[in-house]
């Protein structure tokens, strides 16, 4: 898409508009590639994408509405991890080791190959 928005003349909705439609004809472009993400992660993305923007959001973007299966199995499964094994007995301390897994996985895949850092600022 070459198209120049500007903020005086296009109001933040249509450039909200342009921009999921140019991430969804990306998302599609790549469907046949080896960077596309699988077809369960693309309908994924789908369902939660008809949650934010709506039925009218996604026939606007050209696509269908569908069902946000993935909202409802989130909540299915946070309410499942977090409320109910939370409350037995070292599900406490289970959570947090399990969210210290997950911190130290993200930190990896920022920094690959050396340890978390920030970088030095020059001095005055």
């Keep these: 898409m070459n198209r120049t928005l500007t903020p ?10 342009i921009q999921l439609r140019w991430n969804h004809t990306a ?3 790549l469907a046949h590639t080896r ?21 009218d ?16 199995l989130s909540l299915a499964g946070n309410t ?16 947090e080791a399990r969210g210290a897994r997950v911190q130290d996985r993200q930190l990896a895949s920022m920094f690959p190959g050396g340890a978390a850092a920030v970088g030095e600022l020059p001095g005055p």
């Design 8 to 17: 005086h003349t296009d109001s933040p909705s249509r450039i909200s508009h």
């Design 27 to 29: 998302t599609l472009r």
């Design 35 to 55: 960077f596309a993400p699988p077809p369960a992660e693309r309908a994924r993305q789908a369902s939660l994408l008809g949650v934010f923007v709506g039925r």
């Design 57 to 72: 959001g996604m026939r606007d973007l050209g696509l269908r509405w569908r069902l946000p299966w993935a909202l409802l």
């Design 80 to 95: 499942m991890r977090y409320r109910v094994f939370g409350l037995l007995p070292g599900g406490r301390r289970r959570i």
